[in-house]
C-alpha cells in the first residue's frame, strides 16, 4: 500500500447545490441553479436539486458515514442563498445555524472541516442585475464571506474562497452549458475578472475576521498538449492553456494576466471591466492552493474557431463512463508545473474522481472496481509527486456521496458512497472500502 507524508489530508468532497436539497425551507432564496435546471432542455430529464441526496436533513446520517469510511477532513460549500436569500441584505440565521451543526459534527468526530464559499450557487436576485458580469457582485459576495467569517471563524480548517472560477465563467457564460446559460465571450471574460476580483476581497474579509484556519483558492487545472510539434498546434495550445490555466494562475500568482491572452483577447472582446488596478486585490497571498483535475486535452490548431482558433481531439480510451480520458500522469504533470512554475506554495487536491455506471446488486452490494482503480492510480501520482518534493498536502475524493451532477442531473455517479434517490438509502461502495483501508495504512 502506498505511503503518504505525516500529516497528509485524506479528504472527501461535496457542495451545497449538490446534496442539500431543502430548496424551499428554513429561509432559503432562489439561486441561478433553481432557475437554470427549470429551463427546458438543459439539464438531464430536466432533473433539479430541489431534493438531491436530502442532506440537509440527513446531515448525522452523513457525517456518520465520513466516520465510517475514516477521513480526516470534509470539504463542502455554504449555500449564498441560505446565508443571503437576497443575495446581501439580512442574514438568514437559520441558515448559518446549519452550516454551525455541521462544522460542530465534523468536529466532535475529529474531521476537519474545508468550507468552500462559492460553488457556483449565485442568488438569482443578484443575477437579476447582472450577475458576475456586474462589478459589484464581488463586493456582495465578500459581505457574505464576512457574514460567514463572523459566524465559524474558529471551527474551520481551510476556507476555500471559489471553487472552480473557469467553470463559472466560460461553461457559464461563453459555453451556456451550466448557469447562468449565457453565449458571450465579453460575458465570460468580465465574469471571469469579477469572480477573481471576489475572491481577492473574500481573502481581505477573512483577513480581517482573524480566522484561525488557512486560506486559499481551488482552481480546476487540465494538462494541455499539442497534437503535433507544429507551430500552428503548439500556439493553439498555448491559448488553450492560457485560457484554462494562465487566465487564473497568472492573476492569482504573479498579479497580471497573460499578455498573450490579453492581446488575443482584445481583438475579440471588450476588455475595459478589467481594471488593472483590481490586480494587487486578486494577487492577495495565499496560504494554499487547490486544484481540481479531471482532464488531458490534445489540441490542434482550428482556425475555423472564432474563440480560441483551436479544437480539442476526441479523447482515447481509457475513458470514464461520462467519456472523460483517464489520464493519471495528467495530474501529475499539473501538480509539477504548479510546484516549479509559480511560487511555492502548499497543494491539495480538492477534487478528483470519475463517473461510472454503477448499480446495487442483488446482493445489496455496489462494486465499482474501475472507480477503485481510477482513484488507486491517481493516489499513486500524488504519493510520488509528495516523494519528490512537491508540496502537496491532502487529496479529496469527488465526491462523497452520488448527487445531482449540473447539467448531468442525476445520469452521472461520482460518489464512494451509492445513494438510491427514490428511497435516498446509502451505501458504500467498494471504493469507499478501499479508501478506509487506504487510509488504515498510513
Not at 483558492?217 to 494541455?224: A, E, H, K, P
Amino acid at each position: 500500500m502506498m505511503k503518504f507524508p505525516e500529516g497528509f489530508l485524506f479528504g472527501v468532497a461535496t457542495a451545497a447545490y449538490q446534496i442539500e436539497g431543502a430548496a424551499d425551507e428554513d429561509g432559503r432564496g432562489r439561486s441561478i441553479w433553481d432557475t437554470f435546471s427549470r429551463i427546458p432542455g438543459k439539464i438531464h430529464h430536466g432533473d433539479t436539486g430541489d431534493i438531491a441526496c436530502d442532506h440537509y436533513h440527513r446531515l448525522d446520517e452523513d457525517l456518520d458515514l465520513l466516520t465510517d469510511i475514516g477521513v480526516g477532513a470534509y470539504r463542502f460549500s455554504v449555500a449564498w442563498p441560505r446565508i443571503f436569500p437576497e443575495g446581501c441584505g439580512a442574514v438568514n440565521q437559520k441558515g448559518l445555524d446549519f452550516y454551525k451543526r455541521l462544522v460542530d459534527g465534523l468536529r466532535e468526530r475529529s474531521i476537519k472541516p474545508m468550507l468552500t464559499l462559492y460553488h457556483w450557487d449565485l442568488p438569482q436576485m443578484l443575477q437579476d442585475v447582472g450577475g458576475w458580469t456586474n462589478r459589484d457582485t464581488a463586493f456582495r459576495f465578500a459581505e457574505f464571506v464576512a457574514a460567514v467569517a463572523e459566524n465559524l471563524q474558529d471551527d474551520v480548517a481551510q476556507w476555500v474562497t471559489l471553487n472552480e472560477p473557469w467553470c463559472s465563467a466560460f461553461v457559464g457564460h461563453l459555453e451556456g452549458r451550466h448557469a447562468p446559460g449565457e453565449e458571450s465571450l465579453a460575458a465570460a471574460l468580465h465574469a471571469a475578472h469579477h469572480l477573481l476580483l471576489g475572491h481577492g476581497l473574500a481573502v481581505q474579509a477573512l483577513r480581517a475576521a482573524n480566522v484561525s484556519g488557512e486560506i486559499g483558492l481551488t482552481l480546476n487545472l487540465s494538462d494541455v498538449t499539442p497534437a503535433t510539434e507544429s507551430a500552428a498546434d503548439l500556439a493553439a495550445t498555448a491559448r488553450i492553456d492560457g485560457n484554462e490555466n494562465r487566465w487564473f494562475l497568472e492573476p492569482v500568482f504573479r498579479g497580471s494576466y497573460p499578455k498573450d491572452m490579453v492581446d488575443w483577447y482584445a481583438k475579440r472582446a471588450d476588455l475595459s471591466p478589467l481594471h488593472e488596478a483590481d490586480l494587487a486585490i486578486i494577487a492577495a497571498p495565499l496560504d494554499f492552493l487547490g486544484v481540481n483535475y479531471y482532464e488531458q486535452h490534445v489540441v490542434r490548431a482550428e482556425p475555423s474557431d472564432q474563440i480560441h482558433g483551436a479544437a480539442k481531439l476526441a479523447p482515447t480510451p481509457p475513458l470514464t463512463d461520462a467519456g472523460v480520458p483517464i489520464r493519471p500522469a495528467g495530474l501529475e504533470h499539473i501538480l509539477r508545473r504548479v510546484s516549479a512554475q509559480y511560487r511555492r506554495i502548499p497543494l491539495y487536491v480538492t477534487e478528483n474522481g470519475a463517473a461510472f455506471h454503477d448499480y446495487i446488486t442483488p446482493e445489496g452490494v455496489v462494486d465499482d472496481p474501475e472507480r477503485v482503480s481510477y482513484l488507486e492510480r491517481h493516489f499513486a501520482v500524488v504519493a510520488e509527486c509528495a516523494s519528490d518534493g512537491v508540496d502537496v498536502r491532502g487529496y479529496f475524493a469527488w465526491s462523497f456521496l452520488d448527487n445531482f451532477e449540473w447539467a448531468e442531473g442525476y445520469s452521472r455517479r461520482f460518489g464512494i458512497v451509492f445513494v438510491d434517490f427514490g428511497t435516498e438509502q446509502r451505501i458504500l461502495k467498494s471504493s469507499a472500502r478501499w479508501y478506509r483501508q487506504l487510509i488504515a495504512a498510513q
